[in-house]
């Protein structure tokens, strides 16, 4: 029976596949199309992370990792905020939930002000609704809310007009870990001014890839992965979620389970079963590689590490 997604078509991630082609691993064919943008293409792929977000695994291994470690050090960061009047700048916001964490603890004691920033505008008006419902401070809707990470300059420019001068960067949930990391903290840092702090949360490798695959290997994943190749045209019978540990990161990959053919806009792609299509990646550094990083872009790093040693926060300053 066909997907009733199947045949939907999406011209971006079609360009993006005919634009990368494939390699060659041995005599297996790998489609790379893994590139956060194709992720939150549609509301229903939104919803599908936000429910990711939700499930049991998903959230012990890596929200409540983070939240705790938030929850542990949020007065240590607090004092280094001190009491300027604050622009806190939500990168990759989700549904701002993370965000309340700082929001709640920093109500009435600095005026705040904060703005989401998403390449899914179905992210930034729930991260606009849940941050309201604090009624903690401003909340700043402008053009650049939707938005991939090239244009934070800009964004960082705009906020520090009027009496808002300081910010307070989100990064977390493992954002970083689906970037190319110089690029993404060179971008961040040149957005900075003097004094101004960046909040990362990232997993790390802890030498146990079952450990690290565990949260990855789920039907969660795939009902959020899989909106990338049914837009392809391509069935859910044609199609078998993998993950593995390589590269100094998650690779997700769906394995073609038949021979298929698909026409689009004047262009023919035939996938051979065994080919894989790469649609996720996430860099997961070791602690010392991962600080090597952050020191050499921030003049000052607070790293706190899990007691796994699965995942970092790191309060970073310019």
């Not at 893994?34 to 599908?48: F, I, N």
């Not at 012990?60 to 905020?81: S, T």
């Not at 906020?159 to 060179?186: A, S, V």
């Given at each position: 029976?066909?997907?009733?997604?199947?045949?939907?078509?999406?011209?971006?991630?079609?360009?993006?596949?005919?634009?990368?082609?494939?390699?060659?691993?041995?005599?297996?064919?790998?489609?790379?199309?893994?590139?956060?943008?194709?992720?939150?293409?549609?509301?229903?792929?939104?919803?599908?992370?936000?429910?990711?977000?939700?499930?049991?695994?998903?959230?012990?291994?890596?929200?409540?990792?983070?939240?705790?470690?938030?929850?542990?050090?949020?007065?240590?960061?607090?004092?280094?905020?001190?009491?300027?009047?604050?622009?806190?700048?939500?990168?990759?916001?989700?549904?701002?939930?993370?965000?309340?964490?700082?929001?709640?603890?920093?109500?009435?004691?600095?005026?705040?002000?904060?703005?989401?920033?998403?390449?899914?505008?179905?992210?930034?008006?729930?991260?606009i609704e849940n941050i309201r419902k604090t009624d903690a401070g401003e909340v700043v809707e402008f053009q650049w809310n939707i938005s991939d990470f090239e244009n934070i300059e800009n964004?960082?420019?705009?906020?520090?007009?009027?009496?808002?001068?300081?910010?307070?960067?989100?990064?977390?949930?493992?954002?970083?870990?689906?970037?190319?990391?110089?690029?993404?903290?060179?971008?961040?840092?040149?957005?900075?001014?003097?004094?101004?702090?960046?909040?990362?949360?990232?997993?790390?490798?802890?030498?146990?890839?079952?450990?690290?695959?565990?949260?990855?290997?789920?039907?969660?994943?795939?009902?959020?992965?899989?909106?990338?190749?049914?837009?392809?045209?391509?069935?859910?019978?044609?199609?078998?979620?993998?993950?593995?540990?390589?590269?100094?990161?998650?690779?997700?990959?769906?394995?073609?389970?038949?021979?298929?053919?698909?026409?689009?806009?004047?262009?023919?792609?035939?996938?051979?079963?065994?080919?894989?299509?790469?649609?996720?990646?996430?860099?997961?550094?070791?602690?010392?590689?991962?600080?090597?990083?952050?020191?050499?872009?921030?003049?000052?790093?607070?790293?706190?590490?899990?007691?796994?040693?699965?995942?970092?926060?790191?309060?970073?300053?310019?």
């Open positions: 029976m066909a997907d009733k997604d199947a045949q939907k078509f999406n011209d971006l991630i079609f360009k993006e596949l005919i634009k990368r082609g494939y390699s060659l691993e041995g005599n297996t064919r790998i489609w790379n199309i893994a590139d956060s943008k194709l992720w939150y293409l549609k509301p229903e792929q939104a919803q599908a992370f936000l429910d990711l977000e939700n499930s049991e695994i998903y959230k012990k291994e890596i929200i409540q990792k983070e939240i705790n470690l938030i929850e542990e050090n949020i007065e240590e960061i607090i004092e280094k905020i001190k009491k300027d009047n604050l622009n806190i700048l939500d990168l990759g916001c989700g549904d701002g939930k993370k965000a309340v964490l700082f929001i709640k603890y920093l109500k009435g004691k600095v005026k705040l002000r904060y703005c989401p920033v998403d390449i899914s505008s179905y992210m930034v008006n729930k991260a964004i960082s420019t705009l906020l520090r007009q009027g009496e808002f001068k300081k910010t307070l960067t989100l990064l977390l949930g493992n954002t970083l870990g689906n970037f190319e990391i110089n690029e993404l903290l060179y971008e961040i840092r040149s957005s900075m001014k003097g004094g101004d702090l960046l909040l990362i949360g990232n997993g790390l490798d802890n030498k146990n890839p079952e450990e690290i695959l565990k949260s990855y290997k789920t039907d969660k994943v795939n009902e959020f992965l899989i909106y990338i190749p049914l837009q392809l045209g391509l069935l859910r019978e044609d199609l078998k979620l993998g993950a593995r540990f390589a590269n100094s990161r998650v690779e997700l990959y769906y394995t073609i389970q038949n021979e298929k053919k698909i026409n689009f806009n004047d262009k023919e792609v035939i996938f051979n079963k065994g080919d894989q299509i790469l649609v996720s990646v996430s860099y997961k550094y070791n602690k010392s590689d991962f600080l090597s990083f952050l020191n050499l872009y921030f003049d000052e790093v607070m790293p706190r590490v899990s007691e796994d040693g699965s995942y970092v926060l790191a309060l970073c300053k310019k």
